[in-house]
């Protein structure tokens, strides 16, 4: 199928203004901008905004639940079954790409890859790594029992065994390694500040990675954790709430990436409670919910490169959106569009993603009217979303 889109404006990705201009998609890519174009099909798209499909470079297709060892005691069916509902609204959102980094196999590629299921471009890491009593370990301090299934997180210390788990997650088509190298939210034993695993087990993991010609990805948090992670090889830092000015100094000479997810953190501070969040969970959620926004900001004016991302778990998948707005608030909507398009891309090693050029992939979002002047129309009001030259 071949797809016009026309009298419509152009967000290319990178560019501060927009183009009057059609665009021309054929064997689910971009043939051409401009001119004219025999098609099978053709959008007006007259009044909107095309903009290149959005990327979201922190999803958990498996988060199913706030609550770590509800998931990981699931059946790996339902699991699976309710990754799929989620990939599929991400893409109705606008999400034609998502990085998933604690979670994925070949399975759920496999399905999406087949047409068995819907849903976007989807690159993930596997299981995330965690030391023992770190994020990615479910246990609270009167409990003891496995993991069971290790969907979204495993549990694995030295380097030795962290060298083997890498290798072995490539070898399953992982995109990248997701480690967890601080404290976390939903974790109920680790404080947020400390780093986690020692220099010699990141090190065995980055240069895994790099060996292999990718990259690690770290939840991180503060200044130590970063710096931790960074120093020893890391290359995308998820999250980065207490980030301060010397840190964003370091991760802007090591070329690292920052993936702020403030939508995490304003939905569990909204609707945490309700929804059965441990108490000690809404606390640190609170410590870093203040200074999401103000890392953005501390990255920026250290000249780090800002992707987005939005780690929402459970039923606040649907406040997917709301990560623009509250990113737009900090940097407006031209850096946040590039954030989440041709940055992202870059991040991904992607570069036929991002962007509305010839050759690149026919992934689009056409918006009503235009997000520079009205960012509201980016979370709010009617979307057309075309995955691969196909009409969502």
Known sequence: MSLSIINGTVFDGVSEELIEESVHIEDGRIARIGGPFEADRVLDARGKTVLPGLIDAHFHAYGIALDLVEIESRSPSYLAYSGAR???RALERGFTTVRDVAGGDPGITRALAEGLIAGPRYLYTGPAL???GGHGDP???DSDFCGCHEFLNEVVDGADALRQAVRDRFRRGAHAIKIMASGGVVSLTDPIRVPQYSPEEVRAVTEEAKRRG???AAHAYSPEAIRHAVENGVRSVEHGNLLDAETAKLMAEHDAFLVPTLAAYDAMDRRGAELGMAAVSQEKNREVLASGQKAVEVARAAGVRIGFGTDLMGVLEDEQLTG??????VEGPLR???????VNAELLRRPDLGRVAAGCAGDLLLVDGDPFADPAVL???ERTVVRAGQVV
């Open 324 to 329: 623009l707005r509250l990113q737009v608030e």
């Open 86 to 88: 989620r990939l599929k």
């Open 139 to 141: 246990r609270g301090t």
């Open 214 to 216: 990718s990259y690690v």
């Open 130 to 132: 965690s030391q023992t």
């Open 336 to 342: 946040v569009l590039r954030a989440a398009t041709s």
């Open 379 to 381: 979370w709010s009001g």
